[in-house]
């Protein structure tokens, strides 16, 4: 494997991209990361882990970060206008056009995952088809919104405070009823947050997520045209805990039942690649097998969900970042 970084300029900006080339094979997979993160705080441990290695055997990796977010990214021009998240996707697709990307197995997280969802339902040819990870449709919350726009004028105008830091563990992890915390992904996801080089750039970036236009998706029904619908499959991946798990319901909903799968991972947030990284990996292999990618691999064997009461009050969130998670009776996976 030869990796290497490059910079891509774009109408809007120029995007990082680290790259992980593998002889023998053309297939692609492309990463895109959520707030608060850049592709190696995103991905790197994930695809570490051993389990994954023969899926990354047969792709050759292209991971994005949003502008400004990439390790030692040098702080955003004063009079830098951060792109929407359509805006956005037309900058993913300039990025996959000066590689001359079409048919990719798209992996997002989040922020990520909302973007290559539209680029998905806007130009279908260039994802064969989607990973993501806590994947919205909808606009933020006026509760969202009020919490990330405050973060970002704190991160704009004061840094990396203990309140922002507080909303993006809740981002992450959820509530006080999250009893499956564990303290070690916990403390560094922390750490990552306080080194932050430039809160700037992550203020600008959360600034734009929090103002993102929903995306109008409608399931497909049989016998007629369909509108508004992604012709790509999807396996939409959630957290037991995460605050995400009824838009992810929502946005199931509107894919089509023939080619796609919602998971909701037991003892985990919307931290699953940390937390929950042997389900992970079994529910990606399946999924792009049926793509005729990795066919000799096989998914690893599952063990059983032990919690453990070590984790329960690792975190103490302020009353103001817990919300009651939805009581959803769902198997742990629901192929739609």
Not at 18 to 30: F, P, S
Not at 198 to 203: A, F, I, M, Q, V
Not at 307 to 334: C, G, H, R, W
């Amino acid at each position: 494997m030869q990796s290497m970084l490059d910079i891509i300029k774009t109408d809007r900006g120029t995007i990082h991209v680290g790259i992980e080339c593998r002889k023998n094979t053309d297939a692609v997979l492309v990463t895109l990361h959520d707030i608060g993160q850049n592709h190696a705080t995103a991905f790197e441990s994930f695809f570490s882990f051993e389990p994954f290695k023969p899926v990354l055997e047969n792709f050759t990796v292209y991971h994005l970060n949003f502008p400004g977010q990439h390790e030692k990214a040098d702080i955003l021009p004063e009079d830098y206008v951060y792109p929407t998240m359509d805006e956005m996707t037309d900058m993913v697709k300039e990025v996959l056009d000066s590689y001359n990307l079409q048919n990719c197995v798209c992996f997002g997280i989040g922020a990520g995952a909302n973007v290559f969802t539209r680029l998905a339902l806007k130009h279908p040819s260039y994802v064969e088809c989607l990973i993501a990870i806590n994947g919205v449709l909808s606009a933020c919350s006026w509760l969202d919104w009020s919490y990330e726009k405050l973060s970002s004028y704190y991160l704009k105008s004061k840094g990396m405070t203990q309140f922002t830091i507080d909303y993006l563990l809740y981002h992450y992890f959820g509530g006080k009823n999250n009893d499956c915390l564990n303290s070690n992904i916990v403390a560094t996801v922390t750490n990552q947050l306080r080194l932050f080089k430039h809160p700037r750039n992550l203020g600008l970036f959360m600034e734009s997520y929090a103002s993102r236009l929903p995306i109008v998706l409608h399931r497909p029904v049989i016998g007629e045209k369909p509108t508004n619908a992604l012709k790509c499959g999807v396996l939409l991946i959630t957290g037991k805990f995460s605050p995400a798990v009824e838009e992810t319901v929502e946005m199931s909903s509107q894919l089509d039942p023939r080619n796609s799968t919602w998971m909701k991972i037991d003892a985990a947030s919307s931290m699953v690649l940390e937390e929950q990284p042997i389900r992970v990996v079994n529910a990606i292999i399946l999924f792009v097998q049926g793509y005729g990618h990795i066919a000799r691999a096989v998914p690893p064997s599952i063990p059983p969900i032990i919690p453990s009461s070590v984790f329960q009050e690792v975190l103490a969130f302020k009353d103001t970042f817990v919300y009651d998670n939805p009581n959803i009776e769902v198997e742990e996976t629901v192929a739609l």
